[in-house]
């Protein structure tokens, strides 16, 4: 069946570093452009980044633009988010998706928490 797992967050100081991955399995990686997204306490999903399937093209939010850097490597069916310079309001619920024309999957989600 289709799996998302993401894995790597915790706590970490303002100004740390943090690499998300995201080993998916099920359906045929190397077709799907993958993207992040996060979701704080209280508010709603949103997107962080997104790499196109053959990992030519990547796309930011405004809040991460220069901060976090997207990676895929279709050999290892895994997606990266490397995490720099964070912020206390980085904090949140980071998911991965794969989307292909409408058919799009979840994972389940890993933690990040930004506090001194």
């Known amino acids: 069946q289709v799996q998302l797992v993401e894995s790597g967050g915790g706590l970490v100081q303002p100004g740390g570093s943090l690499r998300l991955s995201c080993q998916a399995s099920?359906?045929?990686?190397?077709?799907?452009?993958m993207s992040w997204y996060r979701q704080a306490l209280g508010k709603e999903r949103e997107f962080v980044a997104v790499?196109?399937?053959?990992?030519?093209?990547?796309n930011y939010s405004a809040s991460v633009k220069g901060r976090f850097t997207i990676s895929r490597d279709n050999a290892k069916k895994t997606v990266y988010l490397q995490m720099n310079s964070l912020k206390p309001e980085d904090t949140a619920v980071y998911y991965c998706?794969?989307?292909?024309?409408?058919?799009?999957?979840w994972g389940q989600g890993t933690q990040v928490t930004v506090s001194s």
């Open positions: 998706n794969a989307r292909l024309a409408s058919v799009r999957y």
């Open positions: 099920g359906f045929i990686f190397s077709r799907y452009a």
């Open positions: 790499i196109t399937s053959a990992g030519d093209s990547t």
